[in-house]
């Protein structure tokens, strides 16, 4: 039994807590951010993405020139760039980075941000072109002979990629809890990303997900990739007092309308972000240390879903997922860059020293 931990890329030191208005990437803080993530043993971090915000190719390409290890998810909307364009493109950072690229694709959970770039496809549409987009990107990967493609978002002829990924393919990654979302992420991609649900529903995610992987035939199925907000402190109670402090400052915020889920925001299109809420209306604290308040407070906009304790506390939950089968962790604070070190520090040893007596123990029995 194995784990990765997974963190998010940050340009500037703004944050969901001190918001700077528009702010521009600070190169020397994106610099040490990443190069923090690699001392501290994170293997992956996400680049997001917001029709609003920074490149993340330019920003991937950055970090890998700066780090060593850290393995570099690109987060790609169909809409945004040809998928010949991106087989190259994503192969290209890949050399560039040793072999250290995995893209994560997001079909765009809300027509009104799919708009604001030119995208008017039904979300069950987005979907099946991202279906395609996939398709054409193995094919690209897997040889430079030249092929024709024609679907029904794509048609292109005679197109050849000389742009080869260094192990022979990009890992593939897929997030959302629609439907549609398990059944493309459950029979094509290499990754599947939740947001951090209680781990009955969890259980339910995977299953689904494993089902579809069956139905298309797969031998493999997807990683699991969970992801969570940890608010942690030397002690539990500690915790949950900071956990408040935490919860306050992102109800002013919100109600000052900083930040991007204004108290007037519409409920959220996706099914991710609906169940979080749903599951937020069953109580505040679910499991061991599942937290649910944040989630409200930003419209569960995102990777909202906090857990609360001292680090064994944190450890032993992530252990629970990861006993479940979710072996990516996703890890990510409110105050970004110095949680990113508590976690280096405090909480990634503890999981990896949980695994490792887990191992001993079943080698035990053996
Ligand atoms: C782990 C994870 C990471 C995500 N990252 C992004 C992102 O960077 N930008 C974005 O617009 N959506 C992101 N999403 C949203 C989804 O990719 C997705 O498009 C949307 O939520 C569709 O959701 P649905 O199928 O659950 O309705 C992410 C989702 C998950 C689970």
Do not use: C
């Not at 784990?3 to 040490?32: C, G, H, M, Y």
């Not at 390409?61 to 994503?90: D, E, G, H, S, W």
């Not at 999981?351 to 080698?363: D, S, T």
Request: aromatic residues 10%.
């Amino acid at each position: 039994m194995s784990a990765e931990f997974i963190s998010i890329t940050f340009t500037n030191p703004s944050t969901e807590l001190n918001p700077v208005p528009q702010p521009s990437i600070d190169p020397k803080f994106l610099v040490r951010y990443a190069r923090s993530l690699d001392d501290y043993g994170f293997n992956y971090t996400l680049i997001p993405y917001d029709s609003s915000s920074f490149d993340p190719f330019t920003i991937g390409a950055t970090v890998a020139a700066n780090t060593k290890n850290i393995k570099i998810i690109i987060a790609l909307r169909p809409n945004t760039i040809y998928p010949t364009v991106a087989a190259k493109a994503l192969a290209t950072l890949d050399q560039l980075s040793e072999g250290r690229v995995v893209v994560h694709f997001i079909a765009g959970g809300s027509d009104v941000e799919q708009a604001r770039e030119g995208d008017f496809l039904t979300k069950e549409q987005r979907y099946e072109r991202l279906e395609e987009y996939i398709h054409i990107l193995r094919r690209a990967w897997q040889s430079s002979e030249p092929f024709d493609f024609d679907g029904r978002y794509y048609q292109f002829k005679q197109f050849s990629n000389q742009v080869r990924p260094v192990n022979g393919t990009v890992p593939v990654s897929v997030g959302g809890s629609s439907d549609e979302a398990y059944r493309i992420g459950g029979s094509l991609a290499d990754i599947f990303g939740l947001w951090g649900e209680p781990l009955a529903e969890t259980k339910d995610q995977i299953d689904r997900i494993y089902t579809e992987a069956k139905r298309a035939g797969r031998k493999d199925r997807p990683r699991i990739w969970v992801t969570f907000r940890p608010i942690v402190a030397e002690t539990d109670e500690l915790a949950w007092a900071k956990a408040h402090r935490v919860l306050d400052a992102l109800n002013e915020n919100r109600a000052k309308g900083l930040g991007k889920a204004p108290v007037s925001a519409p409920p959220p299109q996706n099914v991710g972000s609906q169940r979080l809420l749903e599951i937020a209306k069953r109580g505040e604290v679910q499991d061991r240390a599942l937290w649910y308040p944040t989630v409200t407070a930003t419209n569960a906009r995102g990777a909202s879903t906090a857990l609360v304790g001292s680090p064994q506390t944190i450890a032993d939950s992530i252990l629970d997922y990861i006993d479940l089968g979710a072996d990516l962790i996703s890890i990510r604070g409110y105050d970004n860059l110095n949680d990113a070190i508590d976690y280096g520090r405090y909480i990634l040893p503890l999981v990896r020293a949980g695994l490792k007596e887990r191992a001993e123990a079943q080698r035990d029995v053996a």
